[in-house]
Every structure is written in structure tokens, then in C-alpha cells.
């Protein structure tokens, strides 16, 4: 077994087959068949289904720890690079999309400023993906709404963000500037899909006050779902950070006293830590909260920003 093998297996997993792996690796198709032939024979087991394409359960079991494997060669590298006071070398984290949108650009250009020498590669997904992604060691760290109760990640809540009902100006609701979650039952509403992390904070809230809300549709992203609404499709709730500061459109904020805070929070694989890149970047990420997040309209940072206590935030 050597490492050309276990980065082929990767690139098949990642890619989806022969041919867009040789592609990704800068090789030949036939180099890649080599490869896998070699290491299925080493291991005596079938790692690659050639009839239907993709991964046999065997196969992604190798995936997820070769994946460790380069990600710790690449650590290795990083911290070599990161030896003084110059931190270099490779950061894999992930993003929930309403936060990266008012976050990244000052962390990518204060990473840019402090640390040039680190390379960061980004994924937006939701937290019910990132999470996951970060403890199997495909992502180092991931930006996440909390509570997260994998024991393989680390949790540092970050900061707090009202939900709001946000409505085109044209809409029914729009008239309102606060409104009790009761008077919204009568209301079709653009929802979270039922089991998402945000909808189950609208259900508890809703089901606190003996409310049910009905859904217009079920839409599955922060972003998406605030775009419907943007456009005049629907009302929806959404998180204060889907409308970052600068935005500006025919909408209205509404209060609804009765919903929480939703908790952001950064999350890091506990073994193997990472590197110094993702360190200096879970540094700056922290120094930009504090400094400027309160100046994002909903957001609160500070231990008394969190509902119920940073121990509830972190799921702990």
C-alpha cells in the first residue's frame, strides 16, 4: 500500500469515476486502474464497483481513513511551514451559507494581511453536512449553527442571531412591524424542511406558545429560502445574518418576540488536532466576532449573547 494508491482512491470517490479521477490527478485512465487493481489485491477486497460506478461499502470505509492519512501528510507539511513567527500551509474548513456571506470576505482579507502563507480551501453546506464532513477529517474546522453533540468535534459557540419574519413590502404580514407567532398559524409561511436544524427551533417555539405553523413550502437553505421571500413568493423565518448590513431591497423585518436566538458556532476535529493554519484562522475568526459582529444588524456576541448559557450553546 503507498500513497499514489490511497490519493487515486480519493479521487475516484471525490470525482465519480476512472476517467475524471485521471483527469483530477494529471494522469492516464490506465494508471488509475493500476492503481486500485493493486491496492484491492494487497487488501482482498473489491473497493471500487465497476458495473454501477462508485465506491463499495469497503471502498468508503478505506476513503475515510485515507482521507486522514493525506490530511495528517499535509498537517505535516503545515507545521514545518508554521515553524517562527510565518504560519503557512493548508486550512480545510466549511460554512454555513448566511454566515460566510457577512463573515469571509473580512477573515479572507485579514488572513490575507496576517498570515499570506496560508492557503484556505472553503465548502458551504448546511450545519447537518459540515458536521459530519469534520468529524469523519474531511474538514478541519466548520462554522455551524449549535447545538453540535458529535464527541469527535470540538465546540466554541461564536455568537447569537435573532430570527426574524422577513417579508416583501408588498406582502399581507409586511404591515406589521412585531408579530406573535400565534397570529402566524393562520399564514402560510416558507419553512425550513421538518427535521433541519432551524426548523426544529421554530417547531419548539411554536409548539411553547400551542402553535402550529403551515408550510407554504418546505425549502432546504438558509439562502435560498431568503431569496423566495426577497422576491415576493413568501413570508419566512429566517436567521438576522441572511441579510447581511449592506443589503438593501423591498422587504421588512418583523419581530416575532416569541422565537430564540439561533447559536453560531465554530466546530474542529478533536483527533488529529489541526494544524497552525487552522489555528490562526480560528484566532482571526475570533477577533472579527468580537470586533465587528455586533454591528450586524441581530447579532450579539459576549458570553450573554447565548440563551440559557454557553454550556447550552455548545450542546454540553
Partial sequence: MDLRQLTTLVAIAD??????????????QSNVSGHIARLEKELSVTLVDRQRGGLTDEGRMVVQRARRVLHELDDITADMASRGENIGGDARFGS???????????LLTELERVHPGIHVTIHEGNSTNLVPRVAAGHLDAAIVHLPVDDPDVSVEPLFAEDLFLLAHVKHPLAVHDTIRLPALAATPLLLPPTGTA????????????DTQLQAQAEIDGVRLLTSLALEGYGAAIVPATALPRWFRGDFKRIAVPELPRRVVGWIQRKRPAPGPPTKALAVLLREIVETQGAQQPGVHVGIDAFPFGVGAARGG
Fill in 198 to 209: 432551524l426548523r426544529r427551533i421554530i417547531d419548539r417555539a411554536a409548539g411553547a406558545v
Fill in 96 to 106: 454555513i451559507g448566511t454566515t460566510a456571506r457577512w463573515l469571509l470576505p473580512q
Fill in 15 to 28: 470525482h465519480g469515476s476512472f476517467s475524471a479521477a485521471a483527469r483530477a490527478l494529471y494522469t492516464v
